[in-house]
C-alpha cells in the first residue's frame, strides 16, 4: 500500500499496516495534526519524484526530522536523526488513503507533558 503526498512528488510504500496510528498533543505534532505509523526504516520505501522533493526541519534535542514534500507542503514522514541508535521512521497516515485510516486503531500520546499514552 502506499502514502502519497497531495501532489504526488512523494510517495512511502509499505507492505503491512501498523496495528495502531499514534495522535501526539506535543507541540509540533498538534499543528501538524499528524497520525503517526512507525516502522523499522528498512520496512519502508520513501520515493521522491525529483531530486529533494522534501526538505527537513528539527527542532529542540534534533532527534527526529520532520519531513515535508516542498511542492505542496505535505508533512510526510519522520526520520530519527544519528542521535538515535535504533533508527525509526514515522509515516504520517493522512497521507494515506482515508479507506486504510479508517481500519487502524488511534491511540493519544502525551507528547507535552508525561510521555505516556493516555488510552
Ligand atoms: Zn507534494
Redesign the pocket.
Known sequence: MQLS??????QLTLATPPDTLTSCNCSICSRYAALWGYFDPKEISLNERSDS?TAGYSHGDKYLLFYH?K????VTHTLTTDKVSEPRIALNFRMAPQALRENIQIRHFDGADTWQYLD
Open positions: 503526498c497531495h501532489c504526488g512528488q512523494v522533493a514534500c511542492t505542496c507542503g505535505c
